[in-house]
């Protein structure tokens, strides 16, 4: 089984590696993630600075990351927002999913409502927070996969 995944992941890099080579754009990457979206009782939203991605440096997003091999999204949200912001996370519900193509790679996004949390979140890996009105989120600068998720608030 292993061997196939290996042929698999051979021949994506030499797809990839002839894409660039001829100068076309092409995906490299694919990325399955989580994000919370933490709602504290005035009904706002907490928003992270995005830190060590130059392409995103500086823009906000719903805190979250990777999953991990074998790990659930549901598990993965909790292990990330214990990792960034410190928190455990007591009360969430899946929201909405969304994929996101950028230039160099693919997202596909699990949103999780998150209710209730025990800790106060803070910027463990040194990102900037923000508690935001979901109605002033459009004047924030977002990640660009984030933006969508926008409207969907305010239709709760």
């Known amino acids: 089984m292993w061997f196939r995944q ?23 990457e694919r990325i399955h993630v989580v994000a ?6 005035d009904d706002r939203v907490l928003i992270a600075e995005r830190l060590g991605d130059p392409a995103f440096a500086g823009l906000w997003e719903f805190p ?8 659930t999204s549901r598990d993965a949200l909790k292990r990330e927002l214990q990792e960034e912001l410190g928190v455990e996370i007591l009360t969430f519900a899946h929201f909405q999913s969304l994929k996101h193509d950028y230039p ?3 997202v596909l996004i699990d949103f999780f409502l998150v209710s209730h949390w025990s800790g106060q979140p803070s910027g463990l890996q040194g990102q900037g927070l923000r508690w935001t009105a979901i109605d002033q989120l459009e004047e924030k600068v977002l990640l660009p996969a984030d933006a969508p998720i926008v ?6």
């Open 6 to 28: 290996e042929i698999q992941a051979v021949s994506w890099t030499l797809v990839v590696a002839r894409a660039i080579k001829n100068g076309t754009n092409a995906i490299t």
């Open 36 to 41: 919370g979206i933490l709602r504290d009782v």
């Open 64 to 71: 979250g990351g990777k999953i991990d091999a074998g790990e």
């Open 104 to 106: 160099d790679r693919q």
């Open 151 to 156: 409207r969907s608030l305010r239709s709760l």
